[in-house]
T-cell receptor, first 112, second 117 residues
Framework: SQTIHQWPATLVQPVGSPLSLECTVE??????LYWYRQAAGRGLQLLFY??????ISSEVPQNLSASRPQDRQFILSSKKLLLSDSGFYLC???????????FGNGTRLTVT | AQKITQTQPGMFVQEKEAVTLDCTYD???????LFWYKQPSSGEMIFLIY??????QNATEGRYSLNFQKARKSANLVISASQLGDSAMYFC??????????????FGAGTRLAVHP
């Protein structure tokens, strides 16, 4: 079965510090991978998606970047965090065209 | 452009009663999929039910059913016999199926459901 690992579960970082959130998946190959952000009490905003190694598409201009160095690894990064980067970050995968999107447990980021 | 609208920020229902959560969508693509997810306070996203744009019948999964009205572009979630554990945020989402392995999924703003005993 498909499994998504996200870490850390919670993170508190000062403004201006760098960020690296990692997502790894198991039980599937060549999945579509996604990074979503959810502000408190709000819906999910698609940040990045990737259809393969080295292939990243950005949905909204922002302070963040993403990379996919391996088929089952998706990384969300920032060189300098802003207060507005606080939120709940979810990694998701889509294995097959008609299957649902599977989510990791998320990382709750607080920028202070 | 794709758009998902959930007009009910919050809903209340008595335990054991049925409740309908509204979702309307807008897309120009003839091939798409519609999903409902539940998000309890823990934050995890739990997949509930799926409806394909070409499916002839409304999807059902246990106590969940999807009232799919294609001409009206609506995909309402019906929860029958509500339970206290149904209290959570519910999100409607739409996926466009595109060539080249690109599937884009967008979410509505969500509806917070509270089930009262």
């Amino acid at each position: 079965s498909q499994t998504i690992h996200q870490w850390p579960a919670t993170l508190v970082q000062p403004v201006g510090s760098p960020l690296s959130l990692e997502c790894t998946v198991e039980g599937t190959s060549n999945p579509n991978l996604y990074w979503y952000r959810q502000a408190a009490g709000r819906g999910l905003q698609l940040l990045f998606y990737s259809v393969g190694i080295g292939q990243i598409s950005s949905e909204v201009p922002q302070n963040l970047s993403a990379s996919r160095p391996q088929d089952r690894q998706f990384i969300l990064s920032s060189k300098k965090l802003l207060l507005s980067d606080s939120g709940f970050y979810l990694c998701a995968l889509l294995g097959q065209a008609n299957s649902p999107l599977h989510f990791g447990n998320g990382t709750r980021l607080t920028v202070t | 452009a794709q758009k998902i609208t959930q007009t009910q920020p919050g809903m209340f229902v008595q335990e054991k009663e049925a409740v309908t959560l509204d979702c309307t969508y807008d897309t120009s693509d003839p091939s798409y999929g519609l999903f409902w997810y539940k998000q309890p306070s823990s934050g995890e996203m739990i997949f509930l039910i799926y409806q394909g744009s070409y499916d002839q019948q409304n999807a059902t999964e246990g106590r969940y059913s999807l009232n799919f009205q294609k001409a009206r572009k609506s995909a309402n979630l019906v929860i029958s016999a509500s339970q206290l554990g149904d209290s959570a945020m519910y999100f409607c989402a739409m996926r466009e199926l595109r060539a080249g392995g690109y599937n884009k999924l967008i979410f509505g703003a969500g509806t917070r459901l509270a089930v009262h005993p």
